[in-house]
């Protein structure tokens, strides 16, 4: 998988990189601002209340 | 492949009957180099692959929620805070209507938990409001009235305000400040305290004022660990269906998170109550309650 990308990925190796990392950054970001906060109330630990 | 490798090898020496005379001692049975297209090859990396991924998605969203929501609620916090400051400014005259969700209204401070422990708690208990900092059961009593005055925090992520409630010892104090007051409670005879408190640990200087109490308040101890379906435990007398009449009520704070940590299967409950009162003096508008030196 990640080496298909990578030969899939145009330019010679430092262009191959910055693209890798700016991938990386990007799924990171989806993760960190989209999954996680969607994800998050899905879980046990943020119960914290009682019924009023 | 082979056959280009092969070329490369002979045309690298002297003589290149040499090498075609000498057999290689040990006989190669494949070319090295890249392996031939193999699916079964290609389906177990690229499922070891999508393992390993799945294994950093959860390794980052533990970053996510121990750290990254601190980051958020921090921001939000301090927004907070600075609000009820303005507010506080502008106005002098201390009323609690007209709150809406997420509106800071008060300041609590727990000083066994050192200096720097310090929360605006604002109105209401969705997930929004709890993100900003510790939030008000909206139907209970306001800091200061006599009831329950009751609120919710969060102990993982999300700033964790009640991460350590477990820790509060009897007696400790929780300072609420309100536009116009600090209010001190203090935290009640835990469960195996009541026996012989009045000659026991209630002597001690800081625990004057607190006492086991009595009549429908028999069963209201400091310190508790409830099911989640218990909202008893948030009503004027913790614990009961009674209801005295607004003069025999005592004047409560109940602080409610989960329990245990990274858990949702039981609450655990804080009670404490008011012991006093202290009126700001506007002409001091930098002076803090003694209480708020308790610092262990």
């Given at each position: 998988m990640y080496g298909w990308i990578w030969n899939h990925l145009p330019g010679p190796f430092a262009v191959r990189l910055t693209l890798a990392l700016a991938m990386v950054a990007g799924v990171v970001a989806l993760l960190m601002f989209v999954v996680f906060p969607w994800a998050e109330p899905l879980l046990p630990f943020n119960n914290v209340t009682t019924p009023q | 492949m082979g056959t280009v490798e092969h070329i490369g090898r002979g045309a690298g020496r002297i003589s290149g009957d040499l090498g075609d005379l000498?057999?290689?001692?040990?006989?190669?049975?494949?070319?090295?180099?890249?392996?031939?297209?193999?699916?079964?090859?290609?389906?177990?990396?690229?499922?070891?692959?999508?393992?390993?991924?799945?294994?950093?998605?959860?390794?980052?969203?533990?970053v996510y929620e121990v750290y990254w929501t601190d980051v958020i609620s921090a921001g939000k916090q301090k927004d907070a805070t600075t609000a009820l400051d303005d507010r506080w400014n502008q106005e002098r005259e201390e009323h609690f209507d007209g709150l809406g969700e997420g509106d800071g209204f008060a300041k609590m401070y727990i000083p066994a938990f050192g200096a720097d422990y310090h929360f605006t708690i604002v109105e209401g208990t969705t997930g929004a409001s709890l993100e900003i900092g510790p939030g008000h059961y909206t139907h209970t009593a306001y800091p200061g009235q006599t009831g329950n005055f009751s609120v919710a925090g969060h102990r993982v992520g999300k700033g964790a305000p009640f991460n350590d409630i477990n820790l509060i010892n009897s007696c400790d104090a929780v300072v609420v400040e309100t536009a116009d007051n600090w209010f001190v409670y203090r935290a009640l005879p835990k469960g195996d305290e009541k026996a012989g408190w009045a000659d026991g640990k209630g002597k001690e200087a800081q625990c004057k004022g607190v006492s086991v109490l009595g009549g429908p308040y028999e069963n209201v101890v400091g310190q508790t660990i409830v099911p989640p379906t218990d909202g008893s435990v948030i009503a004027p007398v913790p614990g009961s269906d009674v209801v005295p009449s607004a003069g025999e009520q005592a004047a409560l704070m109940t602080l409610t998170t989960c329990h245990p940590r990274f858990s949702d299967k039981e609450r655990l409950i804080v009670h404490a109550v008011l012991v006093k009162q202290w009126q700001k003096d506007p002409g001091k508008p930098d002076w803090t309650p003694p209480e708020l030196k308790e610092t262990a």
């Open positions: - | 000498i057999p290689s001692p040990r006989p190669r049975a494949r070319a090295p180099g890249p392996p031939p297209k193999d699916p079964v090859r290609t389906a177990v990396r690229t499922f070891g692959e999508v393992l390993i991924t799945l294994g950093l998605v959860v390794l980052l969203f533990v």
